[in-house]
């Protein structure tokens, strides 16, 4: 039924994402009490400790092109790598368990599915009606909608569906409600039951069974979160789309992977499930980020939580279909993957995750960030000084690794959705993945152009959303 208003609940009252992990953790060691209330002090000043990295690398990269040892010392780092690297692709992903069976489901787990919606009058029918019509028990679960003051039929389309389903809650929220999509989830959290907490885009589709097989994931008590794998419904579309797919290929074999070898899952916004005592104890969704995903996952690892990953089935969602639009939403991702770091970076430097989940977060934030910015003035340098760039051999570690991540993610999707391998696929998964890496160039001018706004310019925090347009019902492969 719609809903305008708030309801209190004790259960999840006054959530707060830094004074939670403040509160409780408590340090093995005995530490001076000082110490803990000093750990997020990194918290403010993003735009300052932007500027200081993005110079301390401009400035550490001219250094090892002056200094006669910077290529050696380029190399030395490179091996280290190379060391980590070959640990992750050694690394055996364990096997999902199997879906919960029927004479389960009467005791199974309580789920709340959370849908944070603004004007997405072509797609919310059609979501309202899969998540409403799972192959789960009707009193195990319920559906959210939260309708954060669209200007489309969007609140007309809600409020119809949920005088259809009984399970369907529909929450409008007010014009300058604030919080973005963080706000909007934790203003429908404090209103819903469930165990587990499923957040799902406007234009997710997914198959009937999900809960089935992902729930069981959380029968080890240490799983706090399970991203479910990312498909593209429109990969024919133009070459950004069939780019797309393979980057999310590239994706599944990094989380699988990453996973395996002790290190960290991330969730990716979309079809993504929470331990309800997790997200509590993290103090919700993070209002004060651009990217509530990647910012629960640092705490929740912060907080000593693991992050699963479910492999099939996958939640489809619509590829970006046009340059400009690409360009706004993986600056949106960049910002908010690297103001996680600037965030957390006391908490994560004081080894609070553990060896291996710090390691791999730094080795990950090395290559995906540093590096990209890294190219420029090393690419400047190497120009003056006529010689080649100091951090090709970081470079081709990079995009060997890359290059390995489509290939075999590619091949494992193709196997866990029950397709052989042929000849024909073969060639689908190379020519996948030699455009994923052409497409995938495309960070080395994101990440540049993105750490070195946020040293000048601060975000103004809002709702920021991609536009959906409807992909068809043979797109997503539903009748």
């Known amino acids: 039924m719609p809903k305008n208003s708030w309801l209190d609940s004790d259960a999840d009252s006054d959530l ?30 993003r735009r300052r400790k932007a500027a200081f990295v993005f110079m301390a690398v401009w ?11 910077g290529f050696w010392l380029v190399l030395s780092l490179t091996g280290l790598l190379a060391v980590h690297f070959l640990r992750l692709i050694l690394a055996r992903p364990q096997a999902s368990p199997e879906p919960l069976a029927a004479d389960a489901l009467a005791t199974a787990p309580t789920v709340s599915l959370l849908v944070s919606a603004k004007n997405e009058e072509a797609v919310i029918a059609r979501l309202a009606k899969i998540l409403c019509e799972l192959d789960y028990p009707r009193d195990r679960y319920e559906v959210w909608f939260i309708d954060d003051y669209s200007t489309d039929r969007t609140p007309e389309i809600l409020d119809r569906l949920a005088t259809e389903y009984p399970q369907l809650n529909v929450l409008h929220r007010p014009a300058g409600a604030g919080g973005g999509k963080s706000g909007a989830l934790n203003h429908a959290l404090r209103l819903t039951k469930g165990e587990i907490i499923a957040v799902f885009d406007a234009d997710a589709v ?10 069981p994931m ?23 789309t069939q780019s797309q797919k393979a980057e999310m290929a590239s994706d599944t074999y990094f989380q699988q992977q990453r996973i395996a070898s002790g290190g960290i899952g991330e969730l990716r916004g979309n079809g993504q499930f929470v331990r309800r005592t997790a997200l509590r104890s993290c103090g919700g969704w993070n209002e004060e980020t651009i990217t509530d995903d990647l910012d629960l996952t640092i705490r929740l690892h912060l907080d000593r939580w693991d992050i699963g990953f479910c492999v099939c089935p996958a939640v489809n969602e619509e590829g970006v279909t046009r340059p400009k639009a690409l360009w706004h939403q993986r600056s949106r991702w960049a910002e908010g993957g690297y ?23 730094l080795a990950f934030m090395l290559m995906q960030y540093i ?9 400047v340098m190497a120009l003056l000084r006529h010689h080649l760039p100091i951090l090709g051999p970081l470079t081709i570690l990079l995009v060997s690794l890359a290059l390995l991540s489509l290939v075999v993610g590619s091949y494992r999707i193709q196997r866990a959705e029950g397709d052989r391998l042929s000849v024909s696929g073969l060639w689908e998964i190379l ?16 990440m540049p152009a993105t750490t070195a706004r946020m ?25």
């Open 16 to 45: 707060d994402p830094i004074t939670s992990l403040l509160s409780d953790w408590s340090d093995p060691e005995d530490e001076e009490e000082e110490f803990r209330d000093d750990f997020f002090l990194g918290l403010p000043g």
């Open 59 to 69: 400035g550490t990269v001219i250094a090892l092109h002056l200094v006669s040892w």
């Open 206 to 215: 997914v198959e009937p069974d999900l809960l089935r097989r992902v729930v």
């Open 218 to 240: 959380f029968a080890e008590e240490n799983v706090g979160a399970v991203q479910v794998r990312k498909a593209i419904a429109n990969p024919s579309d133009n070459f950004l």
């Open 339 to 361: 103001q996680r770091y600037l965030d957390y970076w006391r908490a994560i430097a004081s080894n609070r995750m553990g060896f291996f989940k710090t390691a791999d977060l």
């Open 371 to 379: 590096l990209p910015t890294a190219a420029i003035p090393d690419l």
């Open 431 to 446: 020519s996948d993945s030699l455009r994923g890496i052409l497409y995938l160039q495309h960070w080395l001018a994101i």
């Open 455 to 479: 040293s000048v310019r601060p975000k103004r925090l809002k709702w920021v959303k991609t536009a959906h347009q409807g992909a068809t019902e043979e797109q997503f492969g539903i009748g």
